[in-house]
């Protein structure tokens, strides 16, 4: 690479300070959502708790077809490549707005079922049916969230970023407060407004955005290179983005069923799980900003073979984000009876608070090692294995011992928590070693295509 990116130039800290802010805006989303449902009630705020992983489970196919392409088009960037990075731009776009509208379709037809298999009490399953009618339209506009963040994330401009979700978090805020409280003369809508304030919120977010990449950025996209690039390109993103979506959605589909188990114990302990987990979404924020930021580094820095400039950049990241997330988890947790008994006045949530927080903070210190190592690994294409291993212990290991400790051992929903203690560190010990191995510096699109080259040099 003959000069430092935009991003490079930046760094880890100019790149990751908007970024802060952004996932700050974003994280703060379901904790204000889970705020208004639990206005409404207990029954609202569980029922779109209980949802949250099957709008992840779906998000996470298509988030992993955006980061996919974007970890790709930074390689080729890195390598110094501007037509290929745009041709591998094009390509994700496509495939990112197909696959979110399928996913809208698919979230409207098979909600129903869901909440049935899961065992949700009466009005909590009604509630959840009624809110996944309206939030399957995220689909679609995730889509093209994720394709003008990863757009401007790959050319240093994440302030945008900043912007848009500054736009979406006032939005979802007023929105919510109008429909959940009447203001302004609106009529109260119950869930359904909820719901329907996410949607519309996140759209405006998405507009300036896409205004920011088309005026800033100015990206010309040459359809015709992309026609020529499509097949090669989408093997390289589905390299990368078939690991991707593994374990992300392995987790999710963890989640719905640990929320299962959550609701057979009853709607209080279901809720009790929902406010601290979306609570302890704030402890994502300065993980997730600095994950992003680092997996353009990194990704750009392999793509230009400086691999020891990789590894240093790992090292200041991850050090970074322990320091960060672990002061945010020792604020909320100190703080529990408070944030408690801003979302109810239930005894019995209240009596549970200190133990659930405690036991979410202490999973915290691994989930950070697991969201920075794995987001890397993937993102230069060393995902395979992490994707299989990963979900293999949640499922054979975690999975029953949660159901043990709950069921068999009494503990409730405190043996729910307990194993995601036992999951997240056994995952982060895995990942660290794979990442210190080195393989991936063997994994990266430049690395197959020379050895490609070189292969076919040889047989000629």
Sequence with gaps: ??????????????????????????????????????????????????????????????????????????????AG???????????????????????????????????????????????????????????????????????????????????????????????NAIVVFGLFGFPKMGIEGVAWASVVGSSMGVVVSGLAV????????????????????????????????????????????LNSMAASLGTVALAAKVYTFNTFMLGLIISVALKTATEVLICQKVGANQYEQAKRQMKQSLKAALWGSGIVVCVLFAFHNPIMDMYTDNEVVMGAAMWMFLLAALSEPARTVNIIAGGVLRSTGDGFLISIVGPLFTWLVALPAAYVMTFTLGWGVYGIMASAILDEGVRAIFYWRRWQQGHWQHSHVSAREQRIVAKQVTES
Excluded at 18 to 41: G, W, Y
Excluded at 132 to 148: E, N, P, Q, R
Excluded at 226 to 243: D, G, L
Aim: with cysteine.
């Design 1 to 78: 690479m003959s000069e430092s990116t935009a991003a490079q130039k930046k760094g880890l800290w100019g790149m990751s300070r908007p970024m802060l802010v952004e996932q700050s805006l974003q994280f703060s989303v379901p904790l204000l959502d889970t705020f208004f449902l639990s206005r409404i009630s207990d029954s609202a705020a569980s029922a779109a708790g209980a949802m949250t992983p099957v709008l992840f489970f779906c998000g996470n196919m298509l988030w992993a077809t955006i980061f996919a392409g974007a970890g790709v088009a930074s390689q080729r960037l890195g």
């Design 81 to 175: 490549d501007p037509t290929r990075t745009s041709a591998t731009i094009g390509t994700y776009m496509l495939w990112s707005v197909l696959i979110g509208l399928m996913l809208t379709g698919l979230l409207y037809w098979a909600a129903p079922g869901v909440t049935h298999l899961m065992g949700l009490p009466g009005q909590v399953q009604a509630d959840a049916n009624l809110y996944m009618s309206i939030m399957c339209w995220l689909m679609v506009v995730w889509a093209f969230k994720g394709i003008f963040q990863s757009i401007l994330n790959i050319y240093g401009k994440p302030q945008w970023n900043m912007y848009a979700n500054i736009v979406y978090f006032t939005a979802n805020v007023l929105g």
């Design 214 to 257: 088309y005026l800033r950025l100015k990206l010309n996209i040459n359809w015709t290179t992309v026609k020529q690039e499509f097949r090669k390109t989408t093997r390289s993103i589905s390299r990368i983005a078939i690991p991707n979506m593994l374990e992300p959605l392995s987790f999710d589909i963890n989640m719905t069923v």
